[in-house]
């Protein structure tokens, strides 16, 4: 017992070392000293900067302290030849083994926005009334997943459908550690295959939907944009069906020239907290084309592929005549579709990490 208990404290040291836990411990106590300051809060901007990052710098800290503090304890009990705790020491390292072996595939996240929060943004494709349906659907099923991790969820951005589902939507998830790290594999096209409830012949129908996966910048100081390199259009936001749900031009579209890349929102109750919406999304999508094309700077961006994006596709989920999910990279698969939609979503995200 005394010489897998070493081993345990001698993987954990090696893998705080790799993380630069020290390093962090050094950088939350200087963030919590700023916020001891009377003056922190003069500016509130910087100020919910500065105590996201203490909170996310905790999320990290706090399970490698609790795990080094368990093995430390069990040295101490594993001194003491009593045969009457065998059983119970036995107990306690292997669930420090299992928070070990957690907390060290999370090392793979080495990215550097792998632990940033997630936006999805969702698009319905090919397939008119039922690709929009299935758009919803795949809403649907991140926000079930996010409500079945304990993260917070937030509908950002939707554009219904013109009978049901809707054209697109993005949602924002926070709360949790490393989200786009994780989340960064569904990323690409998703299919469907079932009998189409929106046909009087119900014929089976194939959809698709587009999934961008991309990091919450939440710090403009990590992805800066140029207010010369944007066009604002602000214009009057439509409810269902076209009708003017409001007096005033609150709505906001922003487009990055270089780039061309476009958001548009009008869920807000103001234009400022439009504006401010898109350009949070507007960071985001920048982020991940700067990732995707190993751009040192925005300014050597040349603009997404859009025609490429929708060729890849990632995961088929067969209804009719036969019930499947099937992930084509990692060659994961089920036979309980209805799972997977009801946001049971990490078997296909461990196969995936497994397979980077």
């Known amino acids: 017992m005394q010489q897998r208990v070493k081993e345990l404290s001698d993987e954990i040291k090696k893998a705080t070392e790799r993380i630069g836990l020290t390093m962090l411990l050094e950088e939350q106590k200087e963030l919590r000293t700023m916020m001891q300051k009377p003056?922190?809060?003069s500016d509130s901007q910087k100020a919910q900067e500065i105590s996201k990052r203490e909170a996310d710098l905790s999320r990290r800290i706090e399970p490698w302290q609790?795990?080094?503090?368990?093995?430390?304890?069990?040295?101490?009990?594993t001194l003491n030849s009593d045969p009457t705790i065998e059983d119970e020491l036995i107990t306690h390292c292997n669930k420090a083994r299992e928070e070990l072996d957690k907390l060290k595939k999370e090392l793979r996240f080495q990215g550097p926005f792998d632990d940033h929060d997630v936006i999805l943004s969702i698009y319905a494709g090919a397939g008119g009334t039922d690709a929009q349906d299935w758009a919803q659907m795949l809403l649907r099923m991140y926000l079930r997943y996010a409500e079945s991790k304990k993260l917070n969820a937030e509908v950002v951005e939707q554009s219904a459908g013109e009978e049901a589902g809707?054209?697109?939507?993005?949602?924002k998830i926070s709360g949790g550690d490393f989200l786009y790290g994780k989340l960064t594999g569904e990323h690409g096209v998703h299919r469907l295959v079932r009998l189409s409830p929106f046909n009087s012949d119900n014929l089976r129908q194939t959809s698709f939907a587009k999934v961008e996966v991309m990091?919450?910048?939440?710090?403009?100081?990590?992805?800066?944009?140029?207010?010369?390199?944007l066009k604002i259009d602000v214009y009057r936001a439509g409810g269902h069906g076209g009708q003017s749900v409001n007096t005033t031009d609150s709505a906001v579209r922003l487009t990055h020239i270089p780039t061309g890349i476009t958001v548009a929102i009008q869920n807000e109750r103001s234009q400022l907290q439009n504006k401010e919406t898109a350009l949070s999304i507007l960071r985001s999508r920048l982020a991940q084309l700067q990732l995707e094309q190993h751009a040192e700077n925005l300014a050597d961006l040349k603009g997404p592929n859009q025609s490429a994006e929708w060729g890849s596709q990632i995961r088929s989920?067969?209804?009719?005549?036969y019930k499947q999910v099937k992930d084509l990279r990692s060659g994961y698969e089920t036979t309980e579709p209805d799972k997977v939609l009801g946001g049971n979503l990490d078997p296909l995200i461990d196969a995936w990490l497994e397979k980077l």
């Open 39 to 41: 003056e922190f809060w």
């Open 66 to 77: 609790k795990l080094t503090q368990t093995v430390e304890e069990l040295k101490e009990l």
């Open 166 to 171: 809707v054209k697109s939507a993005t949602i």
């Open 215 to 229: 990091p919450s910048i939440d710090r403009p100081s990590e992805v800066e944009i140029d207010e010369k390199d």
């Open 317 to 321: 989920y067969v209804l009719h005549p």
